[in-house]
């Protein structure tokens, strides 16, 4: 069983990365297939009018069956031998240049290991149960609108097991564009509605800023190593050569090659600078904000870093590294100020997205990947949880999103299960002790405070930085909970149905309820909302023992990631094992503190990574639970006195007796310009619309007359001659047949005067 | 009779290059005639009988100067020349015909369409 290797395994693991050397059953493409018939079958639906649930209830049974597959190829993967490649077909096999050696070869094939094994898990999983809460959250549309969706839907799921599983950088930069298409159709779901429109674009031409990242990463691979294929793409770096049998390591493939995936991973995991569309769009559903834009597609970009790992790991300067890590943390911190002041719950869902993508970024930064991929695991469910809960209020409040508008949801009948759900989610978020969200954060806390300076720049200033980040997430994340979900009951309905004013009306009369307020009761989720919702929270918490399996691995997770190729450095073995494993303490004496994490064949780098640089006297991890836990409360604490109502809802500290929250106006002023500022997202969009589009805007109107005048302006010169001349010469064409006659004889007299003079002369 | 006919075929005579030039004036004052005929008159059978003319003139100067060279190829031309005009006499009064139906006249003012 994959969740039980052997300790020889494990350490096996931490001298390189795992490469997966078997062949894989070629049913595992199932998982990429079944989603692709249905993403089919919604078309047949369409084209025959289908104006019942059914490509709904096609789209859920398809998915469930590939996440049935996926428990399949988990299971039947007992040992790391069956983790391998399964060639479906062959794809492009090409030969560069004439008479050269160097070929291309790019196959429709399945990388399967520990890493696609786990993001395959909780991609097919979550997106059956994401797909039944769509059957009713988009049961306003029934008939083609619903039958795009569950399109779209499908063809999302295909795309992400095409990007995760790929075999080769190609396919999978085809699945990175298939998600890149699919979340742009998802978003633009509500094309009746101008800012969805413009968020779709937005987040579309904003991903192609990473793409063009990535793209070229991928050049450069084949360029280097002569191959986009993983197996052997790994195998070179592992070896630490290029295709030509020079050294990689000191030249610009192992700074370069990553910043450019890194460019690309950044884009599609909305992180500094390129994160502005994420928040944006939030316009879609929610059911695909929670799948694409919280769970699965987002994550892309951490699978896409924690894949490359081995060539990240490389760099012995790991310079990538630190931007990376850097950067995950600037941006954890920037979304959660943001979040701090916005007042639409479901963007703040899309900011703590934004946050938490900091959080594993930063994870990968400092060198656990474990930490990072449990993290996007245990993410994936709360935050789905939050989105769908969300979703549920928003669908049940006429898409009032607005937490100054809404409170005591949770008392209000049929909203039980979606309040308790959101309790959990947010304790998650949060970071309460002993939540899954709690563990996986803590991983990566603790080891950016491991992590020795001569590795990352300055990673304790990164783990500071995320402790301050997880104590406003917990404020900010129980600021929603306790204004919307607990107190006194008060609404107001929002003043559209999911944004689409035309089929807002027959849904509302199917429903009795219309748009005033007098008029208006909530409508509670159903049975597949509910469904949904609730399975998902229990995913939350049943993420929990995963850390305990395998604890002195870190977790399934990390048993997970060792058998993959992020496995490289990943050297947690060592961690909480102080006598077993030597004296990892002695190498910290020495007066070379060896740098060469992960890379270093001798494996000696592991040892100067666990210091006890708290100075606490405590285990990193440990003294981390200790932190993290009180933060998390202190933050939960905050939001309960500003925000909660009086009584049990606040825990007794809160005194909110109205929608409104007094307490927190009353020290906002303090602040000066900045909650304002906060909640205009600090302008960045502005800014960019500023620095960015306002001057393309001008250049392309340059281009543009300059095009109209010059270019144009040749083209209709060339067009306009001919029709001159013509029109010079048209009037000899007079359709006289005597005129004609006498033209040519003319010109044979001249012709034949040619000919004389040229013979007398 | 047939000692004389042997004699002349297998001995043709050259022509002078004097009676090649009355030859050659009888065929330029036909090509001068037809052309002339052709430019001034609007009647279209008249016009293709001056086209004829012209024709026939080239066809006179072929047959002289094949004599003139003792060259058979020119005379054999003639013969494919007359041959087409034939034809071609043929086509063109039938769409003489046609054309007159049409109009009820026969000037060649009558048909210009086609112009730019």
């Known amino acids: 069983m994959s969740m039980m290797p052997a300790l020889t395994t ?25 989603p692709l018939l249905g993403a089919a079958l919604c078309v047949v639906c369409a084209c025959l009018n289908v104006k019942s649930k059914a490509p709904g209830y096609l789209t859920v049974g398809l998915l469930a069956g590939g996440f049935v597959t ?93 990007l995760v ?32 429109v413009a968020a779709a674009k937005k987040a579309f031409i904003m ?35 290029d295709a030509n049998g020079n050294a990689i390591a000191h030249t610009w493939v192992v700074v370069v090659i990553p910043l450019l995936f890194t460019a690309g991973a950044f884009g599609k995991s909305a992180q500094i600078f390129l994160y502005t569309w994420l928040p944006d769009a ?137 309040a308790i759900a959101m309790l959990i989610g947010c304790l998650n978020l949060a970071g309460l002790a002993g939540t899954a969200g709690y563990f996986s954060k803590d991983m990566i806390l603790a080891e950016a405070f491991v992590t020795p300076g001569e590795v990352i720049f300055l990673p304790w200033a990164v783990g500071l930085l995320m402790l301050l980040t997880a104590f406003m997430t917990a404020y900010y994340t129980f600021r929603v909970f306790f204004r919307v979900f607990v107190g006194p009951v008060k609404y107001e309905a929002g003043d559209d149905h999911h944004g689409d004013a035309e089929e807002e009306h027959a849904a509302e009369d199917a429903h009795g309820h219309g748009h005033d307020d007098h008029g208006f009761h909530p409508h509670a989720p159903r049975f597949a909302m ?53 004296e990892p303490h002695a190498m910290l004496s020495a007066d070379v503190v060896p740098v060469s994490l992960g890379a270093a064949p001798e494996g000696d780098g592991e040892a100067a990574h666990h210091g006890d640089n708290l100075g606490l006297g405590l285990d990193p991890h440990k003294a981390m639970y200790v932190v993290s836990g009180i933060i998390g409360v202190f933050g939960i604490g905050l939001a309960a006195f500003f925000h909660g109502p009086k009584g049990l809802g606040g825990l007794f500290i809160g005194n909110r007796t109205d929608t409104g929250s007094p307490r927190m106006d009353a020290v906002a002023r303090y602040f000066g310009p900045l909650p304002r500022l906060a909640e205009r997202k600090f302008m960045i969009d502005e800014l960019y619309d500023t620095i960015i589009v306002k001057p393309l805007l001008v250049f392309s109107h340059i281009f543009h007359a300059f095009d109209k005048l010059v270019i144009d302006g040749l083209v209709d ?17 007079d359709g006289m047949l005597h005129g004609y006659a006498t033209g040519m004889v003319a010109g044979s007299a001249v012709l034949l005067l040619l000919v004389v003079l040229v013979a007398l002369l | 009779m047939v000692d004389l006919l042997l004699a002349q075929s297998a001995f043709p005579e050259a022509m002078s290059q004097g009676v090649l030039a009355h030859y050659l004036f009888v065929s330029a004052a036909m090509f001068t005639l037809g052309l002339v005929g052709f430019l001034t008159r609007r009647n ?69 369409e086609l112009k730019g």
Request: proline share 2%; hydrophobic share 55%.
């Open chain 1, 70 to 162: 996926a428990l399949a190829a988990f299971m039947g993967g007992s040992d790391s031998d069956s983790y391998g490649v399964a060639t479906i077909f062959r794809w492009i096999h090409a030969s560069i240049g004439a008479g050269s050696e160097a070929s291309i070869t790019a196959n429709i094939g399945y990388y399967m290991d520990g890493l696609s094994m786990l993001w395959m898990l909780f991609v097919t999983g979550l997106a059956t149960v994401i797909g039944l809460y769509s059957t009713e959250y988009v049961e306003h549309d029934k008939g083609l609108g619903y039958c795009r969706f569950f399109f779209a839907f499908n063809l999302f799921v295909f795309s992400m097991s095409s």
């Open chain 1, 282 to 418: 939030m316009e879609g559903p929610t059911p695909v904000s929670a799948l694409i834009h919280a769970a699965t597609m987002v994550t892309a970009g951490v699978y896409l870093v924690a894949r490359m790992y081995p060539l990240y790991a490389a760099d012995e300067a790991h310079i990538a590294l630190s931007v990376i890590a850097w950067s995950g943390a600037i941006t954890a911190f920037w979304a959660a100020a943001i979040a701090f002041a916005q007042y639409d719950i479901k963007r703040i869902m899309g900011y703590s997205t934004i946050s938490q993508l900091g959080y594993m970024f930063a994870g990968l930064g400092v060198m656990t990947t474990t930490g990072a991929v449990f993290h996007v695991l245990t993410h994936a469910f709360f935050k789905a949880t939050l989105f769908l809960c969300c979703g549920a209020v928003m669908h049940g409040f006429a898409g009032q999103l607005d937490m100054r508008k809404l409170s005591g949801v949770g008392s209000i009948a049929g909203f039980k299960i979606t």
């Open chain 1, 530 to 582: 509910n469904a949904a919702i609730a399975l998902l929270a229990i995913g939350s918490i049943a993420a929990i023992p995963l850390y305990f399996i395998n604890a002195e691995d870190h977790g399934w997770a990390g048993s997970m990631v060792h058998e993959s190729t992020a496995a490289f450095a990943a050297p947690e073995v060592h961690h909480d094992d102080h006598g077993e494993h030597g």
């Open chain 2, 44 to 112: 279209l059978i008249i016009m293709f009988l001056c086209t004829e003319m012209m024709f026939q003139a080239a066809g006179l100067a072929l047959v002289a100067f094949s004599r003139y060279h003792l060259n058979y190829d020119g005379q054999t031309f003639v013969i494919f020349v007359l041959t087409v005009a034939a034809a071609e006499a043929a086509l063109a009064l039938a769409l003489v015909v046609f054309l007159f139906r049409k109009r009820d006249s026969l000037s060649a003012e009558a048909w210009s």
């Open chain 1, 717 to 733: 010169l060339f067009g306009s001659l001919p029709r001159w001349l013509g029109s010079l010469l048209r009037p000899s064409q």
């Open chain 1, 165 to 196: 599983m790929a075999d080769n950088l190609l396919l999978l930069f085809l699945g990175w564009e298939g998600v890149g298409l699919c979340s742009y159709l998802l978003i633009g779901y509500f094309y009746k509605k101008p800012e969805a």
């Open chain 1, 10 to 34: 494990l350490l096996a693991a931490a001298d390189g990365p795992f490469i997966a050397g078997g062949t894989a059953p070629a049913w595992v493409g199932l998982m990429a297939g079944l």
């Open chain 1, 207 to 241: 991903n192609r800023i990473g793409d063009l990242g990535l793209l070229m990463a991928i050049g450069a691979t084949f360029v280097v190593f002569g191959t986009i294929e993983f197996r052997p793409l790994f195998e070179f770096i592992r070896d630490g050569v």
